[in-house]
C-alpha cells in the first residue's frame, strides 16, 4: 500500500524544489499543524528534508513519491532556503527536524500525548529518552526501542510493542531514506497520527553528536561542522557539489 492510500495528502502550500515538494511553512505554523495531526488521530507522515534529501529524491523515485505524498516536508536546511531563493520561489524559513523533534517531547505533557522513540544505535534512545525526561518534567515517552534490528522476529517484535503503546507520536530516527520507507510499510497497520524521520536527533538528545553552533548553522555549513564530527559521512556530504550545480543550471534555464 502507498502512502497517497493510507496517510493524509499535504497540508501547506509548498514549493517545487527540483521535483521536491517542499512545505512553504514557518516553525510556529508546524508545530501548530503537528499538533492538529495528533488530534485528528488520522495517520500523517512528516518528512524534514535537506540538500541531501533533494538528491537522494532524485536517485530514488520510491523516496521521492513518499515525500511527495507526505502530510508535510519541512526545509531543514539553510541549503533548501537558498535553492529555493535562487528557483524564484523563496521558503520562509528553516524548519529543523531535531527542533520538531524537541517540541513534540516539550509539548506531550501539557497537551497529553504519547511519543515514542524508535531508532540509532542501541542505549541512544533510552539516554536520548531519559534527556528529554529530565529536561521537560511530564513529557511522556512511552517507549524505546534501537534501530538495528535485523532479524524478520526483531522486527515484528518492534512493531508489536509499538502497536501495544498506541503512541501518538513515532519518532524514527534511522536516517533517510530508511526511515520514512519504515514509516509508510508500517503506517497501515500502526495508524499513528503522527510519523515523522528523525535523522541524527536522538545521537544529538543523548548528547553524543552536538550541533554545529549557531552561525554555522546559519551560513549554511552545518554540513561541514557534521563531516568534522563523523567523518564517515562524507558519502553522504559528497553529493552536496551536485546539488549546488543542479540549482544554479536550473536557474540558468529558468531565467534564460
Ligand atoms: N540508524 C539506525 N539504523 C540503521 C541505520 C542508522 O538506527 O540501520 C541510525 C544511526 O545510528 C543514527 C541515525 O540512524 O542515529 C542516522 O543519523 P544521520 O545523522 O546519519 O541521519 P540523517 O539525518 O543524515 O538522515
Not at 508535510?72 to 524548519?95: C, F, I, K, N, Y
Request: aromatic share 8%; with cysteine; glycine share 8%.
Amino acid at each position: 500500500m502507498s502512502l497517497s492510500e493510507c496517510g493524509a495528502p499535504p497540508q501547506a502550500p509548498t514549493v517545487d524544489l527540483l521535483g521536491l515538494r517542499v512545505s512553504n511553512v514557518t516553525r510556529v505554523e508546524t508545530i501548530e499543524m503537528l499538533h492538529r495531526f495528533i488530534r485528528s488521530g488520522e495517520p500523517h507522515l512528516v518528512v524534514t528534508a535537506d540538500a541531501v534529501a533533494l538528491e537522494i529524491a532524485a536517485g530514488d523515485p520510491e523516496f521521492l513519491d513518499i515525500a511527495n505524498n507526505a502530510a508535510l516536508v519541512t526545509p531543514d536546511g539553510t541549503g533548501l532556503l537558498w535553492a529555493s531563493r535562487h528557483l524564484g520561489q523563496p521558503l520562509t524559513e528553516r524548519v529543523s527536524g531535531v527542533d520538531l523533534a524537541e517540541q513534540l517531547c516539550a509539548t506531550s505533557g501539557p497537551k497529553k500525548f504519547d511519543v515514542y522513540f524508535f531508532g540509532a544505535a542501541p542505549g541512544v534512545a533510552e539516554d536520548a529518552a531519559n534527556v528529554m525526561r529530565g529536561k521537560y518534567p511530564g513529557c511522556r515517552i512511552v517507549g524505546v526501542q534501537h534501530g538495528y534490528h535485523r532479524e524478520p522476529e526483531a522486527v515484528a517484535a518492534v512493531v508489536a510493542d509499538i502497536a501495544e503503546k498506541r503512541p501518538d507520536v513515532l519518532l524514527v530516527a534511522m536516517g533517510m531514506p530508511r526511515q520514512e520507507k519504515w514509516i509508510v510499510d508500517h503506517l497501515p497497520q500502526l495508524r499513528i497520527p503522527l510519523s515523522m524521520g528523525v535523522g541524527g536527533s536522538f545521537d544529538v538528545f543523548s548528547g553524543r553528536v552536538t550541533r554545529a553552533p549557531l552561525w554555522m548553522q546559519q551560513s549554511g555549513l552545518e554540513w561541514l561542522y557534521r563531516l568534522y564530527q563523523d567523518p564517515t559521512k562524507y558519502a553522504k556530504v559528497a553529493c552536496l557539489p551536485r546539488f549546488v550545480l543542479r540549482v544554479l543550471s536550473r536557474q540558468r534555464i529558468s531565467g534564460a
